[in-house]
């Protein structure tokens, strides 16, 4: 039973685009939000977070937004560059306790 | 930067044979995990310690054991393997409670039970 799901295994964007990839969760206990980001041959690294409390946080080319009501959150990725291709996992957590628990993943591709 | 260094990654075995995997990290981490990632399920938590001869189990312990003896390595076992854990496994560390979202993963070890 995941609890953290991310519908689209794949996405494909033409550089300089935006990309949009969507995660939806189940616990409504998940207080704190996660997205990371894989490399083939490389261990997965942190990318951007997001707190239960806010409805947006920003770094750069990339945003996450939270959707509480609608148990959902998104990153977009503006523009789109080749060296964004990656596995991007969405992951969460319950509490400052917890450990975090990682969605199945969306393997973007930026189309030069 | 931290470092998680995994010993191998590439790893053959075959069924019922003992395996053992070895992570380690240098940059004084209190929490260490094991991950294994499957297409379509993502990285599923196996075990994790946070603290020296601690271990905890995950969401899917099963057919698997953990062995912390000393801070900076985190080693996971396969008692008697079996083809369904053919998989990559992924070792990751962090600082602080076991809540901090900042994990630092190694590079993984893609194992093959034949």
């Known amino acids: 039973d995941q609890q953290v799901k991310q519908n689209s295994p794949s996405l494909s964007v033409q550089e300089g685009r935006i990309s949009i990839l969507n995660c939806d969760y189940t616990n409504s206990m998940f207080d704190y939000f996660l997205w990371y980001k894989k490399y083939p041959a490389e261990g997965p690294t942190f990318l951007i977070s997001i707190s239960s409390i806010k409805d947006k946080n920003e770094d750069g080319r990339f945003t996450v937004f939270l959707n509480k009501s609608a148990k959902h959150l998104s990153l977009h990725i503006v523009p789109s560059q080749p060296g964004d291709s990656a596995v991007y996992f969405c992951a969460a957590r319950r509490t400052s306790y917890d450990k975090v628990i990682f969605g199945p993943g969306t393997s973007l591709s930026v189309i030069p | 930067d931290v470092k998680v260094t995994q010993s191998s990654r590439y790893l053959v075995k075959r069924t019922g044979e003992k395996v053992f995997l070895e992570c380690v990290q240098d940059?004084?981490?209190?929490?260490m995990f094991w991950y294994r990632q499957d297409p379509g399920l993502g990285l599923r938590l196996i075990y994790f310690?946070?603290?020296?001869?601690?271990?905890e189990k995950g969401d899917i312990p099963e057919g698997y054991s953990v062995s912390r003896e000393k801070k900076e390595r985190f080693s996971l076992i396969l008692e008697s393997a079996s083809t369904n854990q053919t998989s990559m496994y992924l070792c990751a560390s962090s600082s602080g409670t076991i809540a901090n979202e900042k994990l630092f993963f190694g590079s993984g070890t893609q194992l093959s039970v034949l």
């Open positions: 940059m004084d981490h209190e929490n």
């Open positions: 310690s946070y603290d020296v001869k601690m271990k």
